[in-house]
């Protein structure tokens, strides 16, 4: 996966994942359209979205990193074959990587698996040599650098925030996981 290096489905594309009537996907609105409609939400922490255009399909993934309104780092990209949760686990990925070990901040995601496996699932998959009780752990690579990620930073708080509920910076890192959608960001 490059950096928006793939551009796949525009317009009339449907984006599959998260819960709610996200805004972003059904107006595809850019970041700077997301900054000029929501101010709610926290406006410090890193925020994670993962999306994907059919489940598996082409995708996309976001991150962006935000202090008092901030922001201090962004990246996205995309893949042309991929699944919803494979972008919500690099979007996580490119979050961590922000950070320094010592930094003492929440990185926000509206995946619930992701948020379960980082904070609970993994190190008992760990223990058991990568496996779960009733068989693969599915997207392992990717389980395994966030959550080797995640340890390193051990002071990076890893938070469920509701999907497409209004919040600025989640509704952000959405637009960026779509980006893939438009010919703008």
């Not at 599959?16 to 996200?22: E, I, L, R, V, W």
């Not at 995601?109 to 980082?118: E, R, W």
């Not at 708080?157 to 438009?182: K, M, P, V």
Request: contains cysteine.
């Amino acid at each position: 996966m490059q950096h928006g290096a793939w551009r796949g489905p525009r317009a009339g594309a449907r984006r599959s994942g998260g819960g709610g009537n996200s805004v972003t996907r059904t107006q595809n609105l850019t970041t700077a359209q997301v900054l000029s409609r929501f101010t709610s939400g926290p406006d410090t922490g890193v925020f994670t979205d993962g999306s994907c255009s059919g489940n598996p399909g082409p995708g996309g993934w976001g991150a962006v990193y935000v202090r008092q309104g901030t922001v201090l780092a962004q990246e996205h990209g995309a893949s042309p074959d991929t699944t919803n949760n494979r972008m919500e686990f690099t979007a996580m990925i490119a979050g961590l990587r922000f950070l320094g070990p010592a930094e003492e901040v929440d990185v926000y995601t509206d995946s619930a698996l992701v948020v379960n496996t980082l904070t609970q699932w993994a190190r008992g998959w760990e223990r058991n040599g990568w496996r779960r009780k009733d068989g693969e752990v599915k997207n392992l690579e990717l389980v395994r650098e966030a959550y080797e990620l995640a340890r390193e930073r051990p002071l990076a708080h890893i938070r469920w925030i509701r999907a497409h509920d209004g919040s600025r910076w989640n509704e952000y890192a959405d637009a960026l996981s779509t980006a893939y959608l438009r010919t703008e960001v």
